[in-house]
């Protein structure tokens, strides 16, 4: 019988698995995550913390993955208790601090920001977040100054340069935009976005033939129905170079393209410029749009150009005060605008 008992206990054996420890549901969720599955991903950490709670890698790592499936509620918690842990742990500030901001709470994330670099003063991404919590908060010197920092020992992060691009834009170094543009470009040529961008740059310094040349670049890399603002820009370069009859026809021929399109606000501005809607139309009120204050500048802004071109300075430049004052200053109507009232005398901010 003994003999019996023993060679059933040997065949049980080899099917009898062993437990997975911590380490493994670590390196299975860092293998999830390197995969963009963020919920098996959680899942394994999750499982990890339940084999060991005070598994710090863990709770930064699925905090982690909790912020990118929008948990910031959970992202939160993860790090906090990371910093039970681990008070002097940088990264989980800088996370925990990228999930404030995500949840719209930018003292909470400026706070931990300035504790992770009180730790490591040279930590490029608490710098670089805390310099877009700024530029969302409208302190823009104080966003370039951190990207600035970020890029002295680090002169190729295009993230900090296409950022910082932006912020200088605001500001009205438009040089200095059109440069940090340029060096993205140079390492990313198919940017579209940093291509728009320059773009604008360039406008502001009323560069014409070079805006041209990069919203016709846009053109050539995006399907029709993306190409509105590269075509309402380009309307705008080619009534400054003396064209606007051949850019009515051509926004008039564009509009025809998109008319089965999906319906987009912003082809509201391209009716407008192509005489298929009157400037009472697109300027009136509408409640149906999100970001409302923003969508009233670019048609403020968009009716001012066509005061401009008939021309009837008084009414272009009613028109883009009131853009100026409605829209957020990032926007590129509100930029522009911006440069057009210097051109006519008036001191915009």
Known sequence: MKAITLGLLSLLLPFIAAAQTAADLDAQGDAAKAQKNFTAAQADYTQALAANPKDLRALIARGTVRAKLGDNTGA???????????????VAFTNRGNARAAA????????DYNRALALDPQHAAALLNRGNVENEQRNYRAALADYNAVLTPHPNDLLALYNRAGARCVTGDYAGAEADYSRVLAAQPGDVRALLNRAIARMAQRDWSGARLDLEGCIAQLPVEKQIYPRLYLWIVAMKEGREPEATRDIKAYHEQI???PWMPSSRNVAFLAGDMTESQLTAPSMTF??????????NFFAAMRHEATPDPVG???RFEKCSALGDPKLHEVILAREELKQMGAHAE
């Not at 918690?77 to 742990?89: E, F, H, R």
């Not at 719209?104 to 706070?111: Q, S």
Request: net charge negative; hydrophobic share 50%.
């Open 104 to 111: 719209h709470d930018f003292p909470g994330a400026i706070a």
């Open 76 to 90: 939160i918690a993860d790090d906090t208790a990371a910093l039970a842990l681990d008070p002097k742990n940088v």
């Open 290 to 299: 999100p970001d409302m204050k923003n969508h009233e500048a670019k048609a």
């Open 259 to 261: 008319a089965h399109a």
């Open 316 to 318: 272009a430049r009613a």
